[in-house]
């Protein structure tokens, strides 16, 4: 089942899994830090939350989780058939996980990706905090594992994701 990605930025991790664990009557999928994933399946969404101070309340980014390549490669001929420039990135390692995905931007400005996770990453930070591992200096880990389209601005590397 392919569901809708919804990417927030909020303040503090720790409130804002708890809230969405009550909300949506559901675990994190994944946990790691300055991160969370939600697999909800009523509603279908996929919803991921960056800890971001200063930034919280805002949209990180919008996509939607397909189930295989077949459906990430269609969906790439449908949009660029419709004359839509995707900014395409193979077995990339974002947001704790191995992805195929494309990137659409809408005419406002907003990014959409289309992805499927190959597999997961960074098992070993499950449950750790940012700052449990502040003192590794991996600057992916410090961003909390993530990545952003090749379009994106400097700035949005530090807080634009993925799955």
Known sequence: MSRIQLALN???????????????HT?????????????????ALKLV????PGKSGTLNHLG??????????????RLEAAGLTLDV???V????ARQDKHWVTGPDGQRWENYV??????????????????????????RGGCCTGQAEASEAESSTCCA
């Open 10 to 24: 909020v303040e503090n991790i720790d409130e804002a899994v708890d809230f969405y664990t009550t909300l949506f």
């Open 89 to 91: 990135e193979g077995e």
């Open 93 to 96: 390692v974002c947001c704790y």
């Open 117 to 142: 996770v190959l597999a997961d990453a960074g098992a070993e930070l499950e449950g750790k905090t940012l700052d449990d591992i502040a003192d590794g200096g991996d600057p992916a880990t410090s």
């Open 27 to 43: 675990p994190p999928a994944k946990r790691r830090p300055g991160y969370a994933n939600f697999a909800v399946s009523d509603p």
């Open 49 to 52: 939350l960056f800890e971001n």
């Open 64 to 77: 939607v989780e397909r189930e295989s390549m077949d459906e990430i490669v269609q969906q790439a001929e």
